[in-house]
């Protein structure tokens, strides 16, 4: 039986000739990641094992983007452990204010992932680099401390479903829309403990931002991986960015895929998907009026460069709707410069917008736009879940960059196709 | 590996915001997290459990955030083992890692009632429902997990050789 795009990068990293779902393997790593919530817990544990090294200072990514600019003291000194052990270690890969950004959209753009690496972060969102054709995945802060040990982690080789792609989006569609309909088709667990193996022709109508979105939410079916096939886009992308030279791997023809998943892009519409779960998705026709409070665009599913241009073109010469926060997180300090540049942040201020540092601050509930009791906020983050963005009786609707701008305009959730007249 | 404690019943999805929700996650302290553990799904969770209580729950338990911090919670707050229909798997991977006892076992997971006692075998694979004498079996953890576990979890086991 022949193996998938993520049973080759795990062979290959596990020094054998092949693989089979099932099997649990001991993976080299090419990149191991933490953030300013994760990685004090790792330093905990990487105490624990006596070593005054990692595997290899090049290797090891601390990004300070959850809590930062600090929101309290138990913050600062979280951070402080991050700064202090990176320090010691002499760790070359550690972001701070002033050249942080969200960590999903900073590795990429650093260029600190190419295609065929096996990556793991203490993220869930980590399957975010799937789109450049690697093995990226979430794992908790032992895994990390024991990855920046001895440069390895242990797996359980995925079975995967394979997403056929076909079509083309229709305007005002994006990424994020796609992959909540594919959760809406197959649940919260739809994919639990597999890979996500996107290609097919309708491939080459998705840019690399659609990319990232689509893999960072995988694990929002509960998949253990996203990984899209590698093309002249990706290839672009690597080389744009620095990274390494790309190792492309391409599922064998008679790949074991235990569900094929066929998606026209073309029929993909504005997709809403209702508290409290990510599969709550829905569409327009199915929308009644649902009046809003907030509105957040921004984190590592939506705050590119590409994302914020989306929303920029639906409140050009439009004001965000009285009584609607709009609060734009551009992702990283580089998108921030680039908006400022492409005169988007002009945009998004004179509609009415607040612009913040690049931080993961609400999409987490942490701080930078809490929301009370009863309250409802459109946002173009990745979870909707209880509490997830302030008080328990709060409300998050995830949709897309376009979706949310059209809604601070209105003051509901609104279809960017009604807004832009479509 | 053996537990035995009285049941906390939950349903399908319980994500790891809800175990330990992120306006917490300024602290690591293991404690602390307890006191807020299930506090934005079952806010008498904290007063009630007692050290030894098992956790039952449905589907996809631990789906969302990898925050080890909600395993850190769970066992913090006393209890010594969760059964659920299925979990999400970096809640799997973390659980195992820092030694808080996992078991997937679909029937019992529907089954048991809240408040029953519970005794399980996790070697043998035997789950036992005390309060109405009804018995489970389940898979015992593959080899290498095992051996993780019964190093006491992934760190001591690269301290003491065992994964290289």
Known sequence: MGMTMTQKILAAHAGLGSVSAGELILASLDLVLGNDITSPVAVKEFAKLGKDSVFDKDK?????DHFVPNKDIKAAEQCRVCRGFCGDMDISHFYDVGDMGIEHALLPEKGLVTAGDAVIGADSHTCTYGALGAFSTGVGSTDMACGMAIGKAWFKVPSAMRIELKGSLRPYVSGKDVILHIIGEIGVDGALYRSMEFGGEGLASLSMADRFCIANMAIEAGAKNGIFEVDDLTLGY??????????????????????????????IEPTVAFPHLPENAKTFGEIGEVKIDQVVIGSCTNGRLEDLQA???????????????LIVIPATQRIYLEAMEQGLLKTFIESGAVVSTPTCGPCLGGYMGILAEGERAVATTNRNFVGRMGHPGSEVYLASPATAAASAVTGRITSPWEVMEI | MRYTGSVIKYGDNVDTDVIIPARYLNTSVPSELAAHCMEDLDKSFVSRVKQGDIITAGLNFGCGSSREHAPIAIKASGVSLVIAKSFARIFYRNAINIGLAIVECPEAAEEIA??????????????RDLTNGKEYRTAPFPGFVQSIIENGGLIASIANGAVK
């Open chain 2, 114 to 127: 809240e408040g029953d006692t519970v005794e399980a075998d996790l070697d043998s694979g035997i789950i």
């Open chain 1, 311 to 325: 929303a920029a073109e639906i409140l050009r010469g439009r004001h965000a709707a009285k009584g609607v926060r």
């Open chain 1, 238 to 267: 690597i080389r744009e960015h620095g990274a390494a030279e790309p190792k492309v791997y391409t599922a064998d023809p008679d790949a074991d895929y235990d569900e094929v998943l066929d998606i026209d892009l073309s029929e």
């Open chain 1, 60 to 64: 090891v990514v601390m990004v300070m």
